[in-house]
Nanobody, 115 residues
Framework: QVQVVESGGGLVQSGGSLRLSCAAS????????MAWYRQAPGKQRELVAT???????NYADSVKGRFIISRDNAKTTAYLQMNSLKPEDTAIYYC?????????WGQGTQVTVSS
């Protein structure tokens, strides 16, 4: 059974940094496009950043220049380095792996940024 597990969330002060990890198992990780989404209380889930199977990246305007998405196919893990965090970055962050035939979500990890 495929498993997708996020980790690395926590409480951080405004201006601080966190690195989220998304570890996948029982999956050919390298063929999947991958994305980080987030959902704040009372808001819809929004796309934060994507990285294709070939390594191409895209970012939401709200995080461009502050967040960096990356992947290590050998470790079947993707990362989201979050710098210069703001209170409005507070949300549950979800990892999503996508392939034309199937896709998987993680359970989410909470990120809270205090002002």
């Amino acid at each position: 059974q495929v498993q997708v597990v996020e980790s690395g969330g926590g409480l951080v002060q405004s201006g601080g940094s966190l690195r989220l990890s998304c570890a996948a198992s029982r999956i050919i990780f390298s063929i999947y496009d991958m994305a980080w989404y987030r959902q704040a209380p009372g808001k819809q889930r929004e796309l934060v950043a994507t990285i294709s199977s070939g390594g191409n990246t895209n970012y939401a305007d709200s995080v461009k220049g502050r967040f960096i998405i990356s992947r290590d196919n050998a470790k079947t893990t993707a990362y989201l380095q979050m710098n210069s965090l703001k209170p409005e970055d507070t949300a549950i962050y979800y990892c999503h792996l996508w392939h034309p035939r199937e896709n998987y979500w993680g359970q989410g990890t909470q990120v809270t940024v205090s002002s």
